[in-house]
């Protein structure tokens, strides 16, 4: 393989997603969610499928985005950002699972529990945010 067998998928590729720049702006940034999350929906979360490669790659970029204009507030709590992805997303303490009993959803939000690492990573995957934000 060369360089030059590289080249054309590559920038078809680009054209259609911009990766070889930093997102430009919200309407690139919504572009880039958009086609991850086409690319779970056509292909579930099997990671070894060619796809998420790419996924990967457009990963970063939007984790640059976010990291330069969406950073994480230092005052949001794994309690306050439950409850305001449950908000957003239209739940209630019983339709989280992944967490445990509605007790349990309840101690996280009130700041009584901290979620584990089990936890965490559910609704990392779940939510698609970062664990780190997650965590406490």
């Known amino acids: 393989m060369s360089i030059t067998d590289i080249l054309a998928p590559w920038a078809t590729v680009n054209d ?57 507030p230092d005052s949001v709590t794994p309690g306050s950002l439950l409850a305001y992805l449950m908000e957003e997303h239209g739940l209630k303490q019983s339709d989280l699972p992944e967490v445990g009993a509605q007790s349990v959803v309840s101690e996280i939000l009130s700041g009584k529990r901290s979620p584990n690492l089990r936890q965490v990573k559910a609704l990392a995957k779940r939510f698609h945010v970062p664990m780190e934000a997650l965590a406490g």
């Open 16 to 72: 259609a997603l911009g990766l070889a720049a930093p997102i430009r702006d919200e309407a690139h940034y919504a572009e880039l969610l958009a086609f991850v999350e086409e690319c779970f929906d056509r292909f579930g979360d099997n990671e070894i499928h060619p796809v998420f490669g790419l996924v990967s790659l457009v990963a970063d970029r939007i984790r640059e985005y976010e990291d330069r204009v969406h950073p994480w």
